[in-house]
């Protein structure tokens, strides 16, 4: 196997295990997707800043490594793409925005410490909306990311980037953050796998950070960092890297008592799944409705769960959620920032930031929070998982925040993000898997929602799952060409 288009089709396990065997080099695969990028990059703009020499380095000292005989990383060799929200320690970290064009993080953030450790090959940093207060794929700086599904759509945000170069295998692994459903949002309309783990299974430090505005990208209680990947097993080997305790991060938690890598084994048949189409009152494109009913069905049908539609039963929190987003941001330093950037900078954001916030409505969020999470550990007192939507819309056009229309409904520009931000407030983990495609070859996702704590079902959940309905066979079309 040597052709860019035979490697770049491997999974991340199968990399790791060839370069391990010497079936491959770690430098033929990094420049097997270094020439996917250098193919594909300028229609997809997946990544913003890539850094080519640094992973021809990187792999030649990994090769120099296993030729002597030295231990390496489990993932040594395996290319991997890093959000632009993420530090890198003397990689540009831009975080899509003219503020920060120049900044170059002085050290690394835990998730990339450890993934350097395995032996992960860095191509660059993928593109973000900026500072991450988004669903989709554009900024001031850069152009905007698209969809290699269909090149005129979103593959929504935040983690863009890193969702369209998954999907387009430019790299196996990519990294993505979390903070209202930025890796599920783009695992959804990319057609890839993106796991949000439980609050505190991946340490965070130290977020975007310029002495200037130094809390800009810490949604603390809302944040999550995860992998994104095109197999759940490829997922559940990057948890086993970046998953563990860190005092950097004062959520962090004890290690999980299982082995990451083994989630994925067994059976679910048994399990009691609730399944929520709309949450009661939310607006679903009747398409993406019917796909996600029909995954749904594979639960009992294919894998012996008993499936009943049932909510929550909360009322629409986004306006908590939104407050809870602005009282974790540092409004001084960024309305500092839109001082001197304001007229460079996204409007919906500059909008967010001068806006006079009230302590009632930071309060009244924190109130809300506390009711959805009743709710739900109520509600999961009756179920294994819960199954939703990832996203109520197919991927839909660039440059826009979202549709203000679904199935007929006037909505708000937000309303397409219904079932992810809860899964921040609540804190459990959530996974978005292929469900399916629209007549117009559009990816939509499947949400899987686990107890809390119950990372361990939710992956060996999607591992069943992916083997009653795979998805790895199909390809987008930008790769046809």
């Excluded at 052709?3 to 079936?23: F, G, N």
């Excluded at 993932?75 to 793409?81: E, H, I, K, N």
């Excluded at 959000?83 to 835990?110: M, Q």
């Amino acid at each position: 196997m040597s052709s860019t288009h035979d490697i770049c089709d491997l999974s991340a396990t199968d990399i790791a295990t060839k370069i391990r065997r010497k079936e491959l080099s770690a430098v033929e695969v990094t420049e097997a997707h270094l020439q996917r990028i250098d193919a594909l990059d300028g229609q997809l703009h997946a990544f913003c800043t890539p850094t080519p020499d640094l992973a021809r380095e990187i792999a030649r000292n990994i090769d120099a490594d296993i030729m002597a005989g030295r231990e390496v990383g489990q993932l040594a060799g395996v290319p991997l793409g890093v959000k632009d929200l993420i530090c890198t320690a003397g990689i540009r970290t831009v975080s899509g925005s003219v503020a920060y064009k120049d900044f170059v993080p002085d050290e690394d953030d835990v998730c990339v410490e450890r993934l350097k450790a395995a032996g992960c090959v860095i191509l660059g940093k993928t593109n973000v909306p900026e500072f991450g207060y988004s669903g989709v794929g554009h900024n001031p700086v850069f152009e905007t990311t698209r969809n290699p599904w269909n090149l005129e759509r979103t593959p929504g945000g935040s983690s863009a980037g890193s969702g369209a170069a998954v999907a387009a295998g430019m790299c196996p692994l990519a990294l993505g953050s979390d903070g209202g459903g930025s890796i599920r949002i783009p695992a959804a309309h990319s057609g890839i796998y993106g796991l949000k783990a439980s609050m505190g299974r991946v340490p965070l430090y130290p977020g975007t950070k310029d002495e200037r505005y130094p809390g800009v990208s810490s949604w603390e209680s809302l944040e999550h960092i995860g992998p994104m990947t095109r197999t759940v097993a490829d997922a559940a080997l990057m948890m086993s890297v970046i998953a563990g305790p860190d005092p950097r991060d004062r959520f962090t938690l004890p290690a999980a008592p299982y082995d990451w890598r083994k989630t994925i084994d067994g059976e679910i048949k048994g399990l009691r799944v609730a399944l929520s189409l709309d949450w009661g009152y939310a607006a679903v494109d009747p398409e993406v409705r019917a796909i996600v009913a029909d995954a749904a069905r594979a639960f009992e049908t294919d894998l012996g769960c008993t499936v009943e539609e049932a909510h929550p039963g909360w009322d629409d929190p986004f306006a908590a959620f939104w407050a809870l987003v602005a009282s974790e941001t540092d409004l001084r330093g960024m309305r500092k920032m839109v001082e001197q950037y304001g007229s460079q900078m996204s409007p919906h954001l500059v909008a967010m930031i001068e806006r006079p916030w009230t302590a009632e409505e930071f309060t009244d969020a924190l109130m809300v929070r506390k009711a959805v999470n009743n709710k739900m550990w109520r509600f999961m007192q009756t179920y294994d998982l819960l199954l939703t939507p990832t996203l109520a819309v197919p991927p839909f056009a660039l440059n826009i925040q979202g549709p203000e229309r679904i199935d007929g409904r006037m909505v708000a520009n937000t309303a397409w993000l219904a079932f992810t931000f809860p899964m921040n407030m609540t804190g459990q983990p959530a996974a978005s898997i292929p469900a399916g495609f629209t007549k117009d070859g559009l990816p939509v996702g499947l949400q899987i929602v686990g107890r809390h704590l119950d990372d361990e079902l939710v992956l060996r959940a999607s591992a069943c799952f992916e083997k009653v309905r795979p998805w790895m066979g199909r390809r987008p079309p930008i790769l046809a060409v």
